[in-house]
Structure formats: C-alpha cells, structure tokens
C-alpha cells in the first residue's frame, strides 16, 4: 500500500501514511475543507446563508471573508 499523499511506501506506525508528516498534510486538508464535496442544493445554500447572517448579527463587527 502507498501513502494517499507522497506514494511512498507505507509506515506500519502511520497508517495509511508514511510518516506523521503526511498525516498531519492530510489533517490540515480535512480541516482546510480540501475533502469537502461542494453541493448546489438550494437548501444547503439557504442554511449557508442563513448561518452568516446569524453570526453577522451575534457580532455586527465581524465582517464576511
């Protein structure tokens, strides 16, 4: 088996991966949102925009990104 993120061969102690390294690569692109699988339903978008609108309104401050 190879790593999903360097095809090196795998590391019994980091498996699927390599090394910490990798694993810690792939962690931050779950976290980053790299693996998320992008949805045009219209409900997903109206719950979207809704989401901000609350946060904006918690915190009149914060500005959108």
């Known amino acids: ?11 019994p102690k980091f498996r699927p991966f390599c090394s910490q390294r ?3 690569v792939d962690l931050a692109k779950w976290l980053g949102g790299d693996y998320a699988i992008p949805s045009n339903d219209p409900e997903d978008l109206e719950k979207a925009a809704d989401a901000v609108e609350d946060a904006l309104s918690q915190d009149p401050e914060r500005k959108p990104h």
């Open 1 to 11: 088996m190879s790593c999903p993120i360097c095809a090196k061969d795998t590391d």
């Open 22 to 24: 990798c694993a810690d």
